[in-house]
């Protein structure tokens, strides 16, 4: 009891006035916050995670909760954050996990980032008198095209095309596996992906048999655990992903606990029920970029040829470099994983601190490929912190093809972003697999909800690239000439080639 | 805004430039006195195999030795002289334009299969990225660009246009918005055959650009239509398309309409927009690009800038406004516009 209590992180208080005793609020919290006692409810705010179940299925609007209502002596070098860390690391001697994306409060520089509109000289362009074309192809494209002329005037097309996929918006949803959330929400994203013409990743975590009907929309992935992957898995993807790394956390694997695995997890794995599912940092089979292309190869001849294949790496300082070796493996797009990217359990020190932003590791690696004359060889797609509509046209102007997004996509489905996702009790259904919690998450209604994001953020890109006096996305593509920085130093804007507002 | 017009005479037939000048000053009203010029191909009979490089210097004495130093690294001037000009009250000669006839030596770039191309690209880029006193604005065999910053009729005077005499004219009356009215900003641009000249505004310049600069081209001239003579280079040149594939590359069809195609034809056209989305073009544009047998008119997928096309005889009009092509002949036929994106082109005859 050296250490003892330390100041609570929230508040949690009960206006008597409007309460009605219903008792929701003790339902609703999966953290054991509300218990009742007789007529009254009381509350341990110490089990807090800030996750607002309560507040948003309480009727009478009657739960407060205060963030910090209490704190340590101020100090500017030892934070809160700092102490509590050391406190958490005295008592326990472990690395301290987390949830969500980086939360160390690093500018962002999407928010630096401002977009162009056209004015007198060129009309901007009405998407809803104008066709405005949103459609993606992402894959290897030719350098350049052979053509036959025919005798009747006609051209023959002599090249042959690889494998792409067909998007109808440049957004997809990011992979989340059955395991790290639920399969009530993995399904609520594949109907929505199905149903706007987009695309999501099953993750490490195989692919359920209940989702085997949206299989055209699924991107499965192959990762150093090998999880789940057989032919027939291989064979059900629309596209393969390789995952070397994650912007969570760059440079190591990842860890199911045993407890999450049950038996629907452990078939979809392909592991024992309640063993822990550990991903190994590297690879086994890939100590080097030519055991990559031999990767790539390997599963492009398992499945004959038929689908494209994307390595995924985590944004970090070389991240440029390293995308020109995939570029060279016969990849056929590289994702690029920003260090704001989400994640179900991650060590706080590699998610704070490990890894760049995805807005600088797209302009440098676009810019690598194109000095490189590769940029044809492989697609890019971004993500890792991608928030808004504008987010996706400001990360397609410094190069990206398409993006992931995944943090955007829990969120409209009642993710609060309360960051605790790695204690398996996520009281919107999300990050748990206990049943009770799972089945308060509705695949149809929450696929709407996903749909409709995507649907929105659609429609402000048409309208974004209208105003910018641009019909169609290949226009948007690395025409870093829309964007300009605001207060951003002279080495980023290097880095971006982006000039200053203003200029 | 910006005006053009083109012709050309499918049977070599030789124009001097006095109607181009009354056409281009026609539409005055879409210039604002800062920038015309004026591409005439068949202009160099005597000189005809050898490169006619059109150079401004800003400084004779300064400049002009140590352009000639790297144009004798790289081969041989056959031939140079200051190109003719008569002094106008309302143009300020800001720069000397000199013509050399020059002839590459084609064994000092052994790696290429266009080795005087590559030459002659390759000293173009450097000269125009370094600044250095001289500007190459025209490199094309057998023809030249004349432009300056002025109204259409002081420039024309001033390089005495009505003297040239061509089967293939462009010409260009400028109001700049992006750039200021310098003489490297008017048009026609021109590399090596290609020339071109472009009103309005293309808006996807920044993903064109940074497309062409992976091909070693540099954009040097602050204003988006030089992108289309390198890309036109490029698709047309190094990569062997026709000129219509070019054009279906720059303007191409909607995926509404590709859909829709038979099974060949949408191959053939999704081929087309997935290896050369990055040289699409988007924005307000009517561009016209010519090389020595052919003359190539275009517009944006929507049509944002005017085009109409007339025929008279062996002559092919393509320009901004009928006006302008009644200008140069009065009893021009066959008046049409053409749909948006969908090429014009104008061959000289086998």
Redesign the interface.
Known sequence: MSIGSTPLKFRVTIDPERCMNCGRCVENCSYGVFRKEGDSIRINSRNCAACHRCIAFCPRDAIEIEEQPGDYRSHPVWTREVREAIFNQARTGRIILSGMGNAKPYPIIFDQLVLDA?QV???S?DPLR??M?L?T?LGK???????R?LPDGE?E?R?K?TP?LQIETPIMIGHMSYGAISLNAQTALAKAVSRIGTFMGTGEGGLHESLYPYQDHMIVQVASGRFGVDINYLERGAAIEIKIGQGAKPGIGGHLPGDKVCTDISCTRMIPEGSDAISPAPHHDIYSIEDLKQLVRSLKEATEWKKPVFVKIAAVHNSAAIAAGIARSGADAVVVDGFRGGSGATPRVFRDHVGIPVEAAVASV?AKL??Q?I??EVSIIASGGIRESADVAKII?LGADAVYIGTSALVAMGCRVCGTCYKGTCAWGIATQKPELVQRLDPETNAVQVENLIHGWTLELAELMGA?????I?????????LRGYMLDEGLLEVLDVKTVGA | MCGIIGVIDRRRQLMDGTKIKEALASMNERGSGEGAGYVAYGIYPEYKEYYALHVFFDHIREHKVPLEDLLEKWGTIVHDEQIKTCEQPNLRKVHTPWRYFFRPDPTLMPKSTTPEEDIITHLVMKVNSERNGALIFSSGKNLGVFKAAGWPEDVANFYRIQDYKGYLWLAHNRYP??TAGWWGGAHPFNLLDWSVVHN??I?????N???I???GYKCTMYTDTEVVAYLVDLLVR?????EK?AVRAFAPP???DIDRMPA?EQ??N?????????A?????FAICIANENTLVGFTD??K?RPLVVGESGDRLFISSEEAAIRRVDKDVGNIFMPKAGEPVIGRLYA
């Open positions: 056209c000289t060129n009309p362009i104008e066709p074309e459609r192809y494209k030719p350098a350049s095209l052979s053509l002329p051209v097309l090249t095309l792409n676009d194109r000095d004359g940029r044809n102007c910018a006096g641009i019909n169609s290949e226009s948007l593509r690395g025409n870093r000439d829309r | 918005t992006n309005g505004e808006t996807s310049y920044g993903t650009r940074r497309y600069e992976s091909f190094k990569h062997g398309l026709s594939i909607f995926w509404e060949k191959e053939l999704r081929a087309i927009r997935l290896t050369y989305g990055s699409m073009m988007n924005g307000p997928r929507i944002l």
